[in-house]
């Protein structure tokens, strides 16, 4: 099993920033990607920005391509995401989740952070 525990969420006003944490544990060897996803109120859950724990060029959805940063620190097993220019309509639970080497999916979930940019 793998836990994943975020944090760093709150209030922003627009045009700030935040930081997000997701500190990874347990079986972190079968991680093979870590990824930043969000809902918003009645919404769907969004795929934000994944990085592959080896390393890599990250990706990014379109919508926060140039503000938000995904960096990885695999000593820590830690997974950042550095967003910038923050918008009212970043306000969402930002979740992280751990895609696995063998399933190539999303295995494992955070419990999620609120993020809440005022105009």
């Known amino acids: 099993q793998v836990q994943l525990v975020e944090s760093g969420g709150g209030l922003a006003q627009a045009g700030g920033s935040l930081r997000l944490s997701c500190a990874a544990s347990g079986l972190t060897f079968v991680i093979y990607a870590m990824a930043w996803f969000r809902q918003a109120p009645g919404k769907e859950r969004e795929f934000v920005a994944r990085?592959?724990?080896?390393?890599?060029?990250?990706m990014y959805a379109d919508s926060v391509k140039g503000r938000f940063t995904i960096t990885a620190d695999n000593a820590e097993n830690t997974v950042y995401l550095q967003m910038n220019s923050l918008k009212p309509e970043d306000t969402a639970v930002y979740y992280c989740?751990?895609?696995?080497?063998?399933?190539?999916?999303?295995?494992?979930w955070g419990q999620g952070t609120q993020v809440t940019v005022s105009s």
């Open positions: 989740a751990a895609q696995t080497i063998s399933t190539r999916t999303y295995d494992y």
């Open positions: 990085i592959r724990w080896s390393g890599g060029i990250p």
